[in-house]
């Protein structure tokens, strides 16, 4: 059976990502409607995921560190391990919001011993990353190096959530101090609160592609876009565009509100980009806050590029 795409493949999972693996599984996580744990789930296609056997290989503290708010997992496999990088908070500071890592101390992330090693590092003598409400982090490399790259508030909960970027020293320390990527310019970045987050890459044609969400987490969330050549140095402003429009948003004929935070993988047939976001499929939020309105299901869209090599997202 073929994908559907631009319809509910995962249903009420956020923040979704997927990683397709050496072993030809597609590998799964997202933020579950608790915020309480982190699972995983895998299947030989993408399809087979929505039915497939969930793992919860990781439980929220009950106090401290960790205890609140577990968010946007990611799961990646570094130097011959795998890790998953999360955002949590503590209950009883619901918004102190930090990157954390979990290391598999073996080669079966369903089914072996998931370790915390803590809070992620910045660099030596960087006193300024991880300091404040920071979450949504992803790792990617290019031109040799390995990079991370996270939202970040500075200033409280009500400030702005920009992006940042950082070379990596180890898959549990940055190596560079942050680099702030790009800050909420435009009126569509600005819908309910000042918002960019959850970013993803994207490589073409020796191009990076870097999406991003920008506003509240309503119908007015939306993708924002930006691109580097991929030999460029990546921590230079200069470096970089930024796309001055959403690249994708909310499509009522299509029952796709507030579309965002998503991941990047392939089709089956090992080519075929594909883009792995969440929307809701109405517009009006059933809950006071949209945090705790579940239904954001994740979806899957086929990506094509224009004749630039520019990426198109088209439900």
Same mark, same amino acid.
């Given at each position: 059976?073929?994908?559907? %795409?631009? +319809?509910?493949?995962?249903?009420?999972?956020?923040?979704?990502? #997927?990683?397709?693996?050496?072993?030809?599984? *597609?590998?799964?996580?997202?933020?579950?409607?608790? *915020?309480?744990?982190? =699972?995983?789930?895998?299947?030989?296609?993408?399809?087979?995921?929505?039915?497939?056997?969930?793992? #919860? @290989?990781?439980?929220?503290?009950?106090?401290?560190?960790?205890?609140?708010?577990?968010? !946007?997992?990611?799961?990646?496999?570094?130097?011959?391990?795998?890790?998953? *990088?999360? !955002?949590?908070?503590? @209950?009883?500071?619901?918004? $102190?919001? $930090?990157?954390? #890592?979990?290391?598999?101390?073996?080669?079966?992330?369903?089914?072996?011993?998931?370790?915390?090693?803590?809070?992620?590092?910045?660099?030596?003598?960087?006193? /300024?990353?991880?300091?404040?409400?920071?979450?949504? !982090?992803?790792?990617?490399?290019?031109?040799? +190096?390995?990079?991370?790259?996270?939202?970040?508030?500075?200033?409280?909960?009500?400030?702005?959530?920009?992006? %940042?970027?950082?070379?990596?020293?180890?898959?549990? +320390?940055? +190596?560079?101090?942050?680099?702030?990527?790009?800050?909420?310019?435009?009126?569509?970045?600005?819908?309910?609160?000042?918002?960019? =987050?959850?970013?993803?890459?994207?490589?073409?044609?020796?191009?990076?592609?870097?999406?991003?969400? !920008?506003?509240?987490?309503?119908?007015?969330?939306?993708?924002?876009?930006?691109?580097?050549?991929?030999?460029?140095?990546?921590?230079?402003?200069?470096?970089?565009? /930024?796309?001055?429009?959403?690249?994708?948003?909310?499509?009522?004929?299509?029952?796709?509100?507030?579309?965002?935070?998503?991941?990047?993988?392939?089709?089956?047939?090992? @080519?075929?980009?594909?883009?792995?976001?969440?929307?809701?499929? *109405?517009?009006?939020?059933?809950?006071?806050?949209?945090? %705790?309105?579940?239904?954001?299901?994740?979806?899957?869209?086929? @990506?094509?590029?224009?004749?630039?090599?520019?990426?198109?997202?088209?439900?």
């Amino acid at each position: 059976m073929n994908t559907e %795409y631009n +319809k509910p493949l995962v249903l009420q999972r956020a923040d979704p990502y #997927v990683y397709r693996h050496t072993d030809g599984y *597609y590998y799964f996580t997202g933020s579950i409607p608790e *915020y309480d744990c982190i =699972e995983l789930r895998r299947a030989k296609t993408l399809n087979e995921l929505a039915d497939a056997e969930t793992f #919860v @290989v990781w439980r929220k503290h009950e106090t401290g560190e960790m205890s609140q708010h577990i968010w !946007a997992p990611e799961l990646h496999y570094l130097d011959g391990c795998w890790y998953i *990088y999360f !955002a949590g908070s503590m @209950v009883d500071d619901i918004w $102190r919001l $930090r990157p954390y #890592v979990l290391k598999c101390t073996g080669q079966d992330p369903l089914h072996d011993v998931w370790e915390e090693c803590g809070m992620m590092q910045p660099a030596d003598d960087d006193p /300024k990353t991880f300091i404040d409400f920071s979450l949504d !982090a992803t790792v990617f490399e290019a031109n040799g +190096k390995r990079y991370m790259c996270w939202a970040e508030k500075t200033g409280g909960q009500f400030a702005a959530s920009n992006l %940042y970027l950082a070379e990596m020293e180890s898959p549990t +320390k940055l +190596k560079t101090p942050q680099f702030m990527l790009t800050t909420p310019d435009y009126d569509w970045e600005r819908i309910g609160f000042w918002v960019n =987050e959850g970013p993803a890459v994207i490589k073409n044609n020796g191009k990076i592609f870097l999406t991003f969400s !920008a506003s509240a987490t309503g119908a007015c969330y939306c993708m924002g876009m930006m691109e580097a050549d991929e030999n460029a140095d990546l921590l230079d402003r200069n470096s970089w565009t /930024k796309s001055r429009y959403p690249v994708f948003g909310t499509q009522p004929e299509k029952e796709i509100y507030g579309p965002g935070h998503n991941s990047f993988t392939v089709a089956e047939d090992g @080519v075929t980009p594909l883009c792995i976001y969440h929307a809701r499929p *109405y517009e009006k939020i059933l809950t006071e806050d949209p945090l %705790y309105d579940p239904n954001r299901h994740a979806m899957v869209m086929k @990506v094509e590029f224009d004749e630039n090599g520019r990426p198109v997202f088209k439900a």
